[in-house]
């Protein structure tokens, strides 16, 4: 549904997680071994990466303004549980957080993107559509930062047109 770039960084992970539920169609990428493999999830942690996919939408949606339209975990409960560390470069001695390891959980790797995120102060640009049978997930590079749609061509053009017809009814 997106026709904007990437989120940048790690990012780019937390954005492809959101976007693995299609909301309009009920397609979910989890479903397939091809779409749990993109993320190291095993068939035993698919409820728990679901939990925490609907937790960053939640959060996602707040960034733009919006509740989520049904309760879930606080995304802050599910990654108080994911260890990092503080890695240093030898080279030249900048710092950043870090999971422990490369195959690290799902949970822990996203920490990892939140926290690198919120150093770069780049966290809040996530966001989630505002439209409710969309709910993608985007990076907002608006100068002022208040894009509302994933697709201004899609969702920000049924919403004008809604608007529109709201009117002149």
Excluded at 50 to 69: D, I, M, N, V
Excluded at 93 to 100: E, L, R, T
Aim: one cysteine or more; hydrophobic letters at 40%.
């Amino acid at each position: 549904m997106n026709d904007r770039s990437a989120a940048p960084g790690a990012l780019a992970l937390v954005e492809s997680l959101v976007n693995t539920l299609d909301i309009e169609t009920g397609a979910d990428t989890l479903d397939t071994r091809e779409g749990r493999g993109r993320f190291g999830i095993a068939e035993d942690d698919l409820a728990e990466a679901r939990e925490l996919r609907e937790s960053l939408r939640a959060a996602l949606l707040a960034h733009a303004g919006h509740r989520p339209h049904r309760e879930v975990t606080p995304l802050g409960e599910l990654l108080s549980r994911a260890p990092l560390y503080i890695a240093v470069d030898e080279q030249d001695g900048s710092a950043g957080f870090a999971a422990p390891a490369a195959g690290s959980p799902l949970p822990t790797r996203v920490a990892a993107a939140v926290a690198q995120a919120l150093v770069a102060g780049t966290w809040t640009r996530l966001k989630a559509c505002e439209a409710e049978t969309c709910h993608w997930a985007y990076y907002d590079r608006s100068p002022a930062g208040r894009g509302r749609w994933c697709s201004m061509q899609v969702c920000g053009a049924r919403a004008k047109m809604r608007r529109y017809r709201a009117k002149e009814g």
